[in-house]
């Protein structure tokens, strides 16, 4: 390929949604969550809740990859 005279340093997209909670995760040396929320149906504590479980499952993820994923979620 030709190298070409820019470089892209951010992406940025907008698009519309009908759900009322989405998950991004991006890989990488360290892995990004983000996570977008309808306040109108979930607190923020619930979220925080939601998101440790989501950091554990991950660990667990990394430490056993062969595991089932039903034994992960105990």
């Known amino acids: 390929l030709e190298q070409m005279p820019f470089t892209i340093k951010e ?8 759900f009322p909670i989405r998950l991004f995760i991006y890989p990488g040396e ?3 969550l983000r ?3 309808n306040s109108n149906i979930y607190d923020s504590e619930k979220i925080v809740e939601l998101l440790e479980n989501i950091k554990h499952f991950i660990k ?3 430490i056993n990859p062969n595991a089932k994923v039903t034994d992960l979620l105990q």
């Open 11 to 18: 992406i940025s997209f907008t698009d519309a949604w009908h």
């Open 30 to 32: 360290e892995i990004y």
């Open 35 to 37: 996570l977008s929320y």
């Open 60 to 62: 667990e993820i990394i």
